[in-house]
């Protein structure tokens, strides 16, 4: 199960699918990250979360602000993507 499932998560998720949400949103509180995969990916577990938090600690980092975490994109990512600030 554990290997068939993080080979079915690195399919249905790439990283860029991730670094062109984070793009689009400019920022997005982590509960709403997981939960916007969550309902993308037809089953989401303990590895397909990791995989998801591996990426994530990849492309972006997190703004703690008063009402929770938020991830925005690392600059790095940015231009490694030739991405511009909204």
Do not use: W
């Not at 949400?21 to 309902?39: D, R």
């Not at 577990?45 to 980092?61: H, M, R, S, T």
């Not at 602000?65 to 993507?81: F, P, Q």
Request: proline share 3%.
């Amino acid at each position: 199960r554990n290997a068939a499932a993080a080979a079915q998560a690195q399919r249905l998720l790439s990283e860029r699918d991730v670094v062109m949400l984070l793009h689009e949103k400019g920022a997005l509180a982590l509960p709403q990250l997981i939960k916007h995969f969550k309902e993308v990916l037809p089953s989401f577990g303990a590895e397909e979360k990791k995989y998801l938090q591996d990426i994530i600690k990849k492309v972006a980092k997190l703004d703690k602000r008063a009402d929770g975490s938020y991830a925005v994109l690392k600059d790095t990512t940015m231009h490694e993507y030739g991405l511009r600030r909204p």
